[in-house]
């Protein structure tokens, strides 16, 4: 039973791998390429190479990746590095598909909606491979190589690598303002990958700090029926004991609590976070919700 579940699950993550290639090669073909925007990564490299010798794309990442896959293969898990090879061949893949066998054009000749558009696109691609244990290679496996030997992070080494990329790019096509479309797009796409990955917060946690917390615990538990957990604190700089109130609730009785606080005691601290997921009585788990 145990094999079978494991086969399903890798099943779902192939495809969300292929699907994710596709999207993420048309973002190129539909939106980059055509405005010659790069967004970091190998293949933003692969699209400059491009533009001087007009070499495929496609292949140019693959053989841009062997060297990479060669250095990272001590630093990467077997699995993950399977998983970006394939990766990696279908995007490129799907890249020259749609650029020389059945050639697509660009969908839009203003080069903000084609930055804009492009980074979603991207982001939505690059997002589902990530959801499939995957990555398109380049700087995500330059950046855990990075991340071994130094202090920096995974995350920030990716992001000064494309940034790398990206400027250089402005100056191998003696346009900057290229640059700059590449540096919005490189946003738009991590806002995007995010968003795919942790989804839209759906729910809120509220931190109550107040002299009145049993009657707004009461309230809460009648009016909102919501649980209450209650937390013992002390002020740090009164060093006078006080319980602080903890709540998750959904975004839409948020203003509702508010109300209910401030009517019990208008001096109340309130505070109110955006929550990921949540697992337990009386909310749906996020991930159960986006899983493929």
Do not use: W
Request: charged share 15%; with cysteine; proline share 3%.
């Amino acid at each position: 039973m145990a094999a079978k579940n494991k086969i399903l699950f890798e099943t779902k993550n192939l495809i969300l791998i292929v699907f994710g290639c596709l999207v993420y090669a048309l973002a190129y073909v539909l939106f980059l390429i055509p405005h010659q925007i790069v967004p970091g990564g190998i293949s933003g490299v692969s699209l400059v190479i491009n533009y001087f010798f007009h070499t495929p794309i496609g292949v140019v990442i693959v053989i841009l990746n062997i060297p990479i896959f060669l250095v990272g293969a001590k630093v990467i898990g077997q699995l993950f590095m399977v998983k970006s090879i394939i990766g990696v061949l279908l995007s490129s893949f799907f890249i020259d598909f749609f650029t020389y066998a059945v050639p697509l054009s660009s969908i839009t000749s203003n080069k903000i909606l084609a930055c804009l558009y492009g980074g979603i696109t991207l982001g939505i691609g690059l997002g589902l491979i990530f959801r499939g244990g995957a990555s398109t290679g380049g700087t995500d496996i330059i950046g855990q190589v990075i991340n071994r030997y130094s202090n920096f992070s995974t995350g920030n080494s990716i992001l000064i690598v494309d940034f790398c990329i990206i400027s250089l790019s402005g100056i191998a096509f003696r346009n900057f303002e290229l640059a700059l479309y590449g540096y919005l797009t490189l946003f738009f796409s991590t806002k995007i990958i995010d968003l795919v990955l942790e989804g839209m917060s759906y729910t809120r946690a509220a931190f109550i700090v107040s002299d009145k917390t049993e009657e707004i615990a009461q309230a809460i538990l009648t009016q909102i029926r919501r649980g209450v957990t209650k937390l013992h604190g002390v002020g740090a700089y009164s060093n006078t004991p006080r319980d602080v109130l903890y709540v998750v609730l959904a975004k839409r009785q948020v203003p509702e609590l508010v109300n209910i606080t401030k009517n019990i005691d208008p001096n109340a601290f309130v505070v109110i976070t955006d929550v990921y997921e949540v697992l337990g009585k009386g909310f749906e788990s996020r991930t159960t919700k986006l899983h493929i």
